[in-house]
């Protein structure tokens, strides 16, 4: 029985080590390089995992990012991974000791909103790469050809325990463009920077943003009816050009459809290859949101700042909606008055999925301490979450958002090894982090000066305070 597992095992591996066939066509002839969006390979990441040895983080408290807490817990990582987490583990032989003891290991944290990279320090106009405000429809543009891999955002986020991030374009466009997730690595390239195997994001955004820039230039949208009118005639025009593909790869007649890259992106969206991240302050434009992708047979991963989403929670619950959002922002303008701090709280009561994310250079550093002061007014309005909960709003409810769940954001055996060393409890306000890992790397040690990243950008430029 064992010889025929094997066997068998061996087959399978054999299955899986040959390449995935193409898409099948009744003449099978493949169509010239970059012109089947099935087969364009995009831009790969890169990323290599730096070296690493055995590490046991030993005597901390560890927050596991599964809803646990365990007092004097050990950690052990080997070969880029968790290997074991508990109280009491023995150490292998050949580990190097980090003593955690009076201090708490948490998941490296996951910002799921950044522009780090696609407005780069210093914020001059030549760093203005962000948002392509040229037509509300810009779903070819992708993050990832904005991004300067040298911003030294990324540093100062690494330094606050950042491990990972989803660079977003910007919410100017009924559909602004690719998102790209990254890992948080010095890198040359943003392909050296790339989280292998990360769905891409579709960034589409609501209300008063692109019916402002539009509106100013005379042309739809104007109101959040051209809004909506805007984001349906696109899925109408995606829908068709899938069908089209579909068809031509079905029956090999013919000239098959000229590429789109406006409509690879949405049509990715419609197939479930793509990932819909939505800016939404109000809690009405969501639920018409969640219409409209129920018209178009699409799903919506996650509503971006969402800071009424405390008023639908239980339908988001049932949506598997996860809610971006913060706790202290809000007032700036007309749709984001009714913002409040209890809001990642009220989306956890309900049983939905909570994130706490920047969309800023500055806050992404403080990503703990904002979770912190939700999970405070939560506990202030009688809702009881503990700690060990609230962990996952920046660690494994991210993950979750941007489809990398099943790798990172909690520390159990098998996940990368992307760990955060803090100084003290990290909803404290004085909590550091003093150790980051990366798949089982250290990329950041407080006490070890080699670690820390200066930059010249970071001094600014001159001309930098005029306006754009």
Same mark, same amino acid.
């Given at each position: ?10 087959? +399978? ?42 590490? %046991? +983080? ?31 583990? +023995? ?51 992708? %993050? ?257 958002? +941007? ?66």
């Amino acid at each position: 029985m064992r010889h025929a597992t094997i066997l068998a095992a061996l087959a +399978l591996a054999g299955c899986a080590a040959k390449p995935a066939p193409g898409p099948v066509t009744a003449s099978s002839k493949p169509l010239p390089a970059g012109l089947d969006p099935s087969r364009d390979p995009g831009f790969p990441s890169r990323y290599v995992a730096r070296p690493q040895t055995p590490v %046991a +983080l030993v005597g901390a408290t560890v927050l596991t990012g599964t809803g646990v807490e365990i007092t004097a817990g050990t950690v052990l990582v080997r070969e880029g991974r968790i290997e074991a987490v508990g109280a009491g583990l +023995l150490v292998p032989a050949g580990y190097t000791k980090v003593d955690a003891r009076g201090r708490w290991v948490t998941p490296g944290v996951i910002d799921a909103h950044s522009h780090l990279g696609v407005y780069a320090h210093p914020g001059v106009p030549a760093n203005d790469d962000g948002n392509e405000l040229t037509d509300p429809n810009t779903a070819q543009v992708w %993050a990832e050809h904005s991004v300067w891999p040298q911003d030294p955002g990324f540093d100062t986020a690494r330094e606050a325990g950042v491990t990972a991030m989803q660079i977003l374009p910007g919410s100017g466009n009924l559909f602004g463009g690719r998102s790209v997730t990254l890992k948080n690595v010095p890198a040359d390239t943003v392909q050296g920077m790339k989280f292998p195997g990360a769905p891409y994001g579709l960034k589409m955004a609501c209300g008063e943003n692109p019916k402002r820039v539009y509106g100013a230039k005379g042309r739809a949208p104007s109101t959040r009816m051209g809004n909506v009118a805007g984001y349906r005639a696109a899925w109408i025009n995606a829908a068709d050009y899938a069908r089209k593909w579909d068809k031509w790869r079905a029956e090999g007649k013919g000239d098959p459809p000229k590429r789109d890259l406006q409509l690879d992106t949405l049509a990715g969206v419609l197939k479930g290859e793509i990932l819909v991240q939505n800016h939404c302050y109000r809690a009405d434009e969501m639920a018409i949101m969640i219409d409209i992708a129920r018209e178009f047979g699409y799903k919506i991963t996650a509503f971006h700042h969402a800071t009424e989403a405390y008023k639908i929670a239980p339908l988001l619950a049932r949506e598997g909606i996860c809610v971006a959002t913060w706790a202290n922002w809000w007032g700036y303008k007309m749709e984001v008055y009714d913002a409040i701090e209890e809001n990642a709280a009220m989306i956890e009561r309900a049983g939905g999925c909570a994130v706490i994310h920047s969309d800023d250079g500055t806050l992404i550093q403080h990503l703990n301490q904002e979770a912190a002061v939700a999970l405070s007014a939560g506990r202030r309005a009688g809702i009881r979450i503990s700690e060990a909960e609230a962990v996952k709003w920046f660690t494994a409810n991210p993950a979750k958002m +941007l489809g990398i769940a099943d790798r990172t954001g909690s520390i159990e055996p098998g996940k990368a090894a992307d760990l955060v060393l803090w100084s003290a409890n990290p909803f404290s306000i004085y909590a550091l982090a003093d150790r980051v890992w990366i798949d089982g790397a250290t990329v950041y040690d407080r006490k070890d000066p080699t670690y820390r990243r200066h930059s010249d950008f970071l001094l600014g430029q001159p001309g930098q305070e005029l306006p754009r």
